[in-house]
């Protein structure tokens, strides 16, 4: 009896978990789509947290300028967002897409930060070289000096 009312809960929570929850909108913005205004708007944020104040005096409203790079409007965007977020699964892909994005540009940008402090170091050592050998060469010369003088 145990059995037979578990198998009949599990059938009705799986049948209610494959009803839509959101009806599709009629202008749905892609999923590549959405990725890209959510990768966007993760950059923006980040960039708003740390220079709020530029972002205040400059007037920029993070959100418009989405909507006119991405040609959307605000009502298309929350539809949107709403119906991704009424299926668990698109949804988790879409952030894990805009996730993969941000840690290539992460790992590309500490490249370049890398390669460009090792290259600002080796010019330093260099230029250290260069001052050591020029005191040993003055210091050689005044040694000379006082050798020839005496």
Known sequence: MKYIVTYILGFIILVSCAEKVVDEPENLISKEKMTEILHDLAILNAAKSG???????????????????????????????????SIPL??????????ARLKRQ??????????????????????NDSLKAIREQKEGVKKSDTITSR
């Open 51 to 85: 220079a709020a104040r530029k972002f205040e005096d400059s007037g920029i409203d993070i959100m418009e300028f989405l909507y006119t790079k991405y040609d959307i409007d605000s009502t298309q965007f929350a539809e949107s967002d709403l119906y991704y977020a």
């Open 90 to 99: 698109e949804y988790q892909t879409i952030y894990k897409d805009v996730e």
């Open 106 to 127: 992460k790992d590309t940008l500490e490249a370049i930060g890398k390669r460009l402090n090792d290259s600002i170091r080796e010019a330093s050592i260099q230029r």
